[in-house]
């Protein structure tokens, strides 16, 4: 299986500034996913992001708040930008894990906090 | 309605008892079905996967599908406390990147 390392694993942001967080995956990957998973609630997919062309945001998310970026085949960004205490929450990155039918490997989460 | 709904629990079980996880979902086109474990501070990693209807075992877990009830079991038996966790199950329509739809996990404590 293919081996996401994420980072920061944690942090907490004052409102209105900016978070980028980082998905490295130790093979080269197609697509890679941005999910969201805030308490009690189910994932929920930000954005599907493959190399050389814009990302595709799933509705309700747009680019200006959280834009990606997607260098080469291993690695990707997501920016939470101009923070509110509503954007605390759990973001993940995924990608389709080709060693295991129809399963995505993820990464170990941002745990965010806006204050 | 939610296209997965899942029950958030928590479900407090002792250990050695049979565990049993469900979701049920409204959209008919799902023909692949998952569950995932996901342990605190820890991305979800996929336990089990199942192709349209039927039963699949893989040691302790079994997972069941029943399409016709749009309904889908997550079977432990012999439970350990290690397998107190959030338990996630996902669906997703054939074609495209198979993208899945999450419920919202079901909090499962197994005390010695």
């Known amino acids: 299986s293919a081996v996401i390392s994420q980072k920061p694993s944690r942090d907490i942001c004052q409102r209105g500034t900016s978070l980028t967080i980082q998905c490295q995956v130790d093979s080269q990957v197609t697509m890679m996913f941005w999910y969201r998973q805030q308490p009690g609630q189910s994932l929920t997919l930000i954005a599907t992001?493959?190399?050389?062309?814009?990302?595709?945001?799933e509705s309700g998310f747009v680019i200006d708040k959280f834009p990606i970026s997607r260098p080469n085949l291993t690695f990707s960004t997501l920016t939470v930008s101009n923070m509110s205490p509503e954007d605390s929450s759990i973001y993940l990155c995924?990608?389709?894990?080709?060693?295991?039918?129809?399963?995505?490997?993820f990464g170990s989460g941002t745990r965010l906090t806006v204050v | 309605q939610k296209e997965v709904e899942q029950d958030p629990g928590p479900l407090s079980v002792p250990e050695g008892a049979i565990v049993s996880l469900n979701c049920t979902y409204s959209n008919s086109a799902f023909q692949y079905f998952m569950w995932y474990r996901q342990y605190s501070r820890k991305g979800p990693e996929l336990l089990m996967y199942t192709y349209s209807s039927g039963n699949k075992e893989d040691g302790r877990f079994t997972a069941q599908v029943d399409k016709s009830s749009k309904y889908i079991s997550l079977f432990i038996r012999d439970s350990q406390p290690s397998d107190s966790a959030t338990y996630l199950c996902a669906m997703s329509e054939p074609g495209g990147s198979y993208i899945p739809t999450f419920g919202r996990g079901t909090s499962l404590i197994v005390h010695p």
């Open positions: 995924s990608v389709e894990d080709l060693g295991r039918d129809y399963g995505y490997t």
């Open positions: 992001a493959n190399q050389g062309s814009e990302a595709t945001y």
